[in-house]
């Protein structure tokens, strides 16, 4: 396994990445609302929160890329740090219901009249404000990874041991997100959101908005990540995934680079939660089910692990295929997706990217390959 | 002759006929006075009726509580119609319908809540003469736990013959003179109590134990029995948690015996080893219907037999085309496993859903598992849990068997401890992987088969056991019986000794918390394997 070692940011680099920035953030906009509707080029209000969901997700894969594709490391835990993020976002628009909920209550959201409750809890404090809310999106899932990644990765738990461990941390929080008594609407989650910095969330241009935060969020994240992947640390990272013991004999810190990028991931994924929860107006503890966690880890695959397009794409077209099979053929869905684990195990290990560099390999001149193995 | 005979017989007949009138004037008072206007007098004649103890009352009774109960101004006498035909009055004392009296004459018998309190106890009291014994025992536990008069209760044990019902008789007789009998017997009845440790005998004594009326000695004795019960409580419920927890464990030890094998054998991570379980549980019911549509019913009890060795068989069949298919290409990539196999996961729940729907399946218990015992007060046995242990652990001991004593065992040992070196020396890795897979997933079909006695058939049902059967594994060691056992059984009792401290789900949450703090300090398990099979 190479890291390319040619500039990271060269100017081939820049014009790609911007013109993708484009498509997305200028493109989609304009043919949503000057484009007239019903032609080809037309793309009706209902499909921006779904394309903005789908960048969420695609935010979601790339940061469990960084810690599998480069780190080795394959966390089936990350729809937990992608429910917490998008839980702190909920707690904030909870709170700016104010009284527009069912019970009229000022303070209390409606699940907590509901359940009797007197008055707010401790850790609902400070969620009416919106910057407080953003920095737990970060600092509540970046918390806890790092915490955990502590743990695990200075007592050497890796491989399926840590898959393992981190699915049942999701399956935790799945189980305690279920109580009621935790305060965070049990069951039902949280929903009913009306409004975001005053914006209502029914409007369509708040769902523009949203869409391009995440579209904007989405190309941060990518140069975060490629960033890291091209320092040192980053070079670390790869060569404790390939060979543990001996970047551990040279002196490297393997705890250190491991626990960055785990931590750098977990904030990456509750950033996609955040995002993600206004533009489809719920959170509730299903985000926490371990099959989730799993099909983040088959976006991923997909798309090629060990490369940053490549679960960036793979999130986009399974989410895509999700979308559609679940209008033309709902029973097929689960076929379809077991076979897409089965057969990219099987058959392709580098994903699309790895297909397509294969291809381009074998008709152009060899270049060093970026997709990792394992 | 005759005349002698006459004599004699005379007076027998006088004095029967006497004792027969006489009783039944006992209760004729009371009666008539049901009918009354004062609430005082009708309480005590409901009392009075209750305890004589005497069935004839018990239909005017039940006619007062409905608003049945009527008084003849004409003659005083009272009178209740018959519920099934209202116009049909019934006289109270003689049991005889009565002709040629004007319903719209009469009085109605008005009742208030301390009566209608009063007749429900006297009601209990009188069913405890009841010719059925259920119903005699049902209101001897009524009277020990609400209190009854202690006339009657005395009267009823002496006359008791149902060893059952002369139980609950003497708890609530003891239960009664608790409250009512002299010092000596209320003294004596402690000690009774006592005996029988439970929550409500708990109750009772506490009362006494905290009645400043009471004379200080009989509240020390009270107290001091209050100890005993406690310890005793704690015991019956620490062994209620016990075998709570070891049936869970036992649960859970079927679930991942079939797993330790795949998993610590193999290394393969099979997430769809909860689907083999759904699979068995699914043969079951296959087996189920068609011991229903093809056999008499008296073969119906043995289709739990019967199933056993076809999920067995399907289970390992989709195991060993499942090695064969995939997983065998994928032996150096233990996460692609996990992928894979999660896929297969996938695939096999929409199978399952496609040919036999979401809902839930219903599998019957055979007769010889239904049912239970209560091995101590307020905590019952089902028999269908006995069943489960001792299946588990009869797998158990197959397993272990195969592993230590067969040929195929050894092969298998050997693969493990050095895959390089036993194909070396001859073993067919690959087919011994086939068949260990095939074998960890006929295990985990046989797991299905017990499973779905004790909950629900769903495509789902595999999902629930996944993730705690990894955890046993992975708490166990790796590639070791002994630590599943032992890792399951921990398992099982702890979250079952939680569950009442901390609720079902936060019990189950603490549980994971500390799997996942336990495994920092021991990465590999309990009984980690050490040497070179540990650097896998």
Redesign the interface.
């Known amino acids: 396994m190479t890291v390319p070692q040619t500039s990271v940011f060269g100017a081939r680099f820049w014009i790609v990445f911007l013109l993708c920035g484009a498509v997305l953030l200028v493109a989609v906009p304009v043919m949503n609302l000057l484009a007239a509707p019903g032609s080809t080029f037309s793309i009706a209000d209902h499909v921006i929160p779904l394309l903005g969901k789908y960048i969420c997700f695609a935010l979601l894969a790339l940061s469990l890329d960084l810690v599998?594709g480069y780190g080795g490391i394959?966390s089936l835990g990350h729809g937990a740090f992608f429910g917490l993020g998008g839980y702190c976002m909920g707690m904030y628009l909870m709170r700016q219901i104010g009284t527009r909920g069912s019970y009229g209550n000022a303070i209390l959201p409606d699940f907590m009249v509901f359940l009797n409750w007197k008055e707010l809890p401790w850790y609902w404090l400070g969620f009416d404000s919106f910057a407080f809310a953003m920095i737990m999106v970060i600092v509540v899932p970046g918390a806890l990874a790092f915490v955990?990644g502590w743990?695990?990765f200075?007592?050497?738990?890796s491989?399926?041991?840590l898959?393992?461990?981190t699915?049942?941390?999701t399956?935790?929080l799945m189980?305690?997100f279920?109580?009621n008594e935790m305060g965070f609407g049990g069951n039902n989650g949280l929903t009913d959101f009306k409004d975001l910095l005053g914006y209502n969330l029914q409007a369509k241009s708040t769902r523009l908005w949203l869409y391009a935060a995440s579209v904007i969020a989405l190309g941060l994240g990518y140069i975060a990540a490629r960033a890291v992947v091209a320092s040192r640390l980053g070079r670390v990272l790869v060569a404790a995934r390939d060979a543990e013991s001996r970047v551990r004999f040279i002196g490297h810190s393997v705890v250190g680079a491991r626990l960055f990028a785990f931590t750098l991931s977990a904030v990456l994924a509750g950033i996609a939660g955040a995002l993600y929860v206004p533009q489809v107006g719920i959170i509730n503890p299903g985000e926490f089910s371990?099959?989730n966690s799993?099909e983040i880890?088959?976006w991923v695959?997909v798309g090629g692990r060990g490369t940053l397009a490549g679960p960036i794409i793979g999130a986009l077209a399974i989410n895509g295929a999700k979308s559609w099979f679940t209008g033309i053929a709902p029973?097929f869905w689960?076929?379809f997706?077991?076979?897409?684990?089965?057969l990219?195990?099987?058959g392709l290990?580098q994903g699309i990217l790895g297909l397509a560099s294969r291809l381009k390999g074998m008709i152009g001149t060899p270049r060093p390959q970026a997709a990792a193995g394992? | 002759m005759n005349v002698l005979v006459a004599r004699l017989l005379l007076p027998i007949f006088a004095a029967l006929f006497w004792v027969l009138t006489a009783h039944a004037a006992d209760i004729s008072a009371p009666l008539t006075a049901l009918s009354g206007d004062d609430f005082a007098a009708k309480v005590q004649a409901t009392e009075a009726l209750g305890a004589a103890g005497e069935p004839a009352a018990v239909p005017a009774l039940k006619a007062l509580a409905d608003g049945r109960l009527y008084r003849n101004p004409a003659d005083g006498r009272t009178l209740y119609s018959d519920p099934a035909d209202a116009a049909r009055l019934i006289d109270a004392i003689t049991g005889q319908p009565v002709t040629g009296v004007d319903a719209a004459s009469l009085d109605k018998a008005r009742i208030n809540n301390r009566l209608r309190g009063a007749i429900t106890n006297a009601l209990a009291q009188l069913t405890l003469f009841s010719s059925n014994p259920a119903e005699r025992l049902a209101a001897a536990q009524e009277a020990f736990k609400n209190g009854g008069s202690l006339e009657a209760l005395r009267r009823a044990a002496a006359a008791e013959k149902d060893a059952r019902v002369v139980e609950a008789l003497a708890l609530a007789l003891a239960a009664a003179e608790l409250s009512q009998g002299s010092e000596v017997e209320r003294a004596a009845a402690i000690d009774r109590l006592a005996a029988t440790a439970s929550p409500a005998t708990r109750g009772l004594i506490g009362r006494v134990a905290d009645d400043a009326q009471a004379p200080q000695a009989l509240r020390d004795k009270a107290r001091a029995a209050l100890v005993s019960i406690e310890r005793t409580l704690w015991i019956n419920g620490l062994v209620a948690n016990l075998f709570q927890g070891i049936s869970l464990g036992s649960v859970l030890l079927l679930a991942a015996i079939g797993l330790a094998i795949t998993f610590g054998v193999m290394g393969v991570i099979n997430m769809a080893h909860g689907e083999m379980i759904m699979l068995g549980a699914y043969s079951t019911y296959v087996v189920q219907e068609a011991f229903r549509a093809f056999l008499p019913a008296g073969w119906f009890d043995l289709y739990l037999i019967a199933a056993l060795p076809v999920a067995f068989f399907v289970a390992g069949a989709v195991g060993f085309a499942l090695e064969r298919g995939v997983i065998r290409f994928l032996y150096s990539r233990p996460l692609e496993t996990l992928l894979a196999t999660w896929g297969i996961s996938l695939i096999l729940q929409q199978v399952v859903r496609s040919i036999f729907g979401a809902p839930n399946k219903e599998i019957a218990n055979p007769s010889w598992m239904t049912g239970g015992f209560e091995a101590l007060p307020g905590f019952f046995v089902t028999y269908n849990r006995i069943a489960i242990i001792i299946f588990c652990l009869i797998v158990l001991a197959v397993v272990a068997l195969i592993l230590r004593r067969t040929a195929f065992g050894l092969e298998m040992r050997a693969v493990t401890q050095n895959r390089r070196m036993a194909s070396a020396i001859g073993i067919a890795t690959d087919r011994v992987d086939a068949l260990t897979f095939a074998l960890g997933s006929g295990i985990a079909g046989m797991a299905g088969v017990a499973l779905s006695q004790i909950g629900n058939v769903s495509p789902n049902l595999g999902q629930i056991y996944i993730i705690d059967s990894f955890l046993v594994v992975v708490f166990g060691g790796v590639g070791n019986l002994l630590g599943t056992l032992v890792g399951a059984m921990t398992l099982g009792v702890v979250n079952k000794i939680l569950e009442p401290v901390a609720g079902a789900m936060l019990g189950k949450i603490v549980v994971l918390v500390a799997i996942i703090l336990f495994m920092q300090k021991r990465p590999r398990g309990l009984f980690a394997l050490k040497g070179r099979s540990a650097e896998a």
């Open positions: 599998w394959l955990v743990f695990a200075r007592s050497r738990v491989g399926v041991y898959s393992i461990i699915q049942a941390l399956f935790a189980l305690a279920f109580r371990p099959a799993i880890a088959i695959a029973d689960l076929f997706l077991g076979g897409v684990f089965v990219v195990t099987l290990p394992e």
